[in-house]
């Protein structure tokens, strides 16, 4: 089985708890069965990305980016390689932009989906990110490392995301987190 077909078989196995999600499910899965040889970054109309979640060890912090092209806080996340499944660019992603190295897969499965637009920025034309989730852990105590992504990188509480996030998609994995613990 091809990395495209391992993808869309995890795709498939999620089950979406609100309306939203299903919705999106479809949308992936229409978008992987209309692009099967053309669904990373090299699409220009849209492509899949991986997001990590990261909640620390005790489970009451999560890890959050002020993103620097999009200037909101999010999770950390990107688009994928080729050769890449959800759980290696999921933390590829998030080493790369956090510098931390006790990042760790919380469960082997899809936490999330999401499908956003991103505006045109630079050279590049708005076009649209079809976000596959990872639940992710690492020690809050390790050093951070922004990268050029970020004007900045920060574990909050998780009774005060809602003080930095007003995106839909931030908050429903913040409801699912609580709900886990």
Known sequence: MDYHQKILEEIRKYKPNSQAE????????????????DYLRTNSKGHLTASAWIVNHQ?????????????????????LEEGELIEEAALREAA?????????????KIFDLDVHKIPAVKKQAEHFH?????????????ELEKSSESKNLKWIDLNRVDNYVDEESVLRMLRKTKMKI
């Not at 912090?61 to 688009?79: S, Y």
């Not at 932009?97 to 990042?103: A, D, K, P, R, T």
């Not at 079809?130 to 852990?137: A, E, G, H, K, N």
């Open 22 to 37: 299903k919705k999106y499910k479809r949308q992936i899965i229409n978008f992987l069965a209309n692009n099967e040889d």
């Open 59 to 79: 489970g009451d912090k999560i890890l959050l980016h002020h993103h620097q092209a999009l200037d909101k806080w999010i999770q950390l996340g990107g688009h």
């Open 96 to 108: 790369e932009e956090s510098g931390l190295n006790s990042l760790s897969v919380v469960e082997q």
């Open 130 to 142: 079809y976000d596959l989730r990872v639940l992710l852990q690492a020690d809050a105590g390790e």
